[in-house]
């Protein structure tokens, strides 16, 4: 089943930086972090060190039943970079836009998430992170949501772009106030990097421009032996008078 080894890889970037004014931000200058007993490890920051991952949204339809957090009812689309900055004829599903001959990709758009990376030995010999932690950089960090029967036919086309979600009847656009994921991406056997067991957190909460509220709880591992999503909205209480 090597396929597995695609779902958290970060192979289109840093490892092969394709522009020349990209070249600072591909080194590895983070600082070291405590690793394991003989194994270094180096901590890059991003946005400050290192461009982050060139991608719009955790949206992927790189691997089968591997695409958003959904709980069959609804799904949850989170924003690492603007809505308005994804290109309309971008596919979402593919995740990855990185630098090429036609411009900068995702790198074109600012960063809305800040964090930083945890590699064995930097992005020079690994393959990806052991670890990565990313938290919002704004106040309002975009979040959508899309009824899940309304999204699944995109996801089963392979094709699902900016503008088919903002045409879907059941979108509801929120903002997290407070947005974290815990990512522990895969390795591929014979090279160094990646994360022993691959699988990703995420936990966001905020308001709904409809006015009520949000929270969202991912929690994915073991290929999907674990999954477990929790989507709720509600509206806040009124006080009295």
């Given at each position: 089943?090597?396929?597995?080894?695609?779902?958290?890889?970060?192979?289109?970037?840093?490892?092969?930086?394709?522009?020349?004014?990209?070249?600072?931000?591909?080194?590895?200058t983070g600082v070291l972090a405590e690793g394991l007993p003989?194994?270094?490890?180096?901590?890059?920051?991003?946005?400050?060190?290192?461009?982050?991952?060139?991608?719009?949204?955790?949206?992927?339809?790189?691997?089968?039943?591997?695409?958003?957090?959904?709980?069959?009812?609804?799904?949850?689309?989170?924003?690492?970079?603007?809505?308005?900055?994804?290109?309309?004829?971008?596919?979402?599903?593919?995740?990855?836009?990185?630098?090429?001959?036609?411009?900068?990709?995702?790198?074109?758009?600012?960063?809305?998430?800040?964090?930083?990376?945890?590699?064995?030995?930097g992005p020079e010999d690994d393959v990806a992170p052991r670890?990565?932690?990313?938290?919002?950089?704004?106040?309002?960090?975009?979040?959508?949501?899309?009824?899940?029967?309304?999204l699944e036919p995109y996801l089963a086309s392979g094709h699902?772009?900016?503008?088919?979600?903002?045409?879907?009847?059941?979108?509801?656009?929120?903002?997290?106030?407070?947005?974290?994921?815990?990512?522990?991406?895969?390795?591929?056997?014979?090279?160094?990097?990646?994360?022993?067991?691959?699988?990703?957190?995420?936990?966001?909460?905020?308001?709904?421009?409809?006015?009520?509220?949000?929270?969202?709880?991912?929690?994915?591992?073991?290929?999907?032996?674990?999954?477990?999503?929790?989507?709720?909205?509600?509206?806040?209480?009124?006080?009295?008078?």
């Amino acid at each position: 089943m090597t396929h597995h080894y695609d779902r958290f890889s970060y192979r289109y970037w840093i490892r092969k930086c394709l522009f020349a004014l990209l070249a600072l931000a591909c080194l590895p200058t983070g600082v070291l972090a405590e690793g394991l007993p003989g194994q270094p490890a180096a901590q890059l920051d991003f946005p400050a060190t290192s461009p982050g991952v060139p991608a719009y949204a955790r949206l992927e339809l790189l691997i089968p039943d591997f695409d958003v957090p959904n709980n069959n009812r609804w799904a949850a689309i989170v924003f690492y970079r603007s809505p308005e900055c994804v290109p309309t004829d971008f596919n979402l599903g593919d995740f990855f836009d990185p630098p090429g001959p036609e411009g900068l990709g995702a790198f074109a758009c600012p960063l809305l998430i800040e964090g930083h990376e945890i590699w064995t030995n930097g992005p020079e010999d690994d393959v990806a992170p052991r670890y990565v932690i990313s938290r919002n950089a704004v106040p309002e960090l975009p979040v959508w949501f899309v009824a899940w029967p309304e999204l699944e036919p995109y996801l089963a086309s392979g094709h699902v772009d900016i503008e088919d979600l903002r045409t879907m009847r059941s979108l509801r656009r929120g903002h997290a106030r407070w947005f974290e994921e815990r990512l522990y991406p895969n390795g591929i056997p014979g090279l160094t990097g990646g994360a022993e067991q691959p699988g990703i957190s995420i936990r966001a909460s905020g308001d709904l421009e409809n006015g009520g509220v949000f929270s969202l709880h991912w929690d994915y591992a073991n290929f999907g032996e674990t999954d477990i999503v929790s989507i709720r909205f509600w509206r806040p209480t009124l006080p009295w008078g």
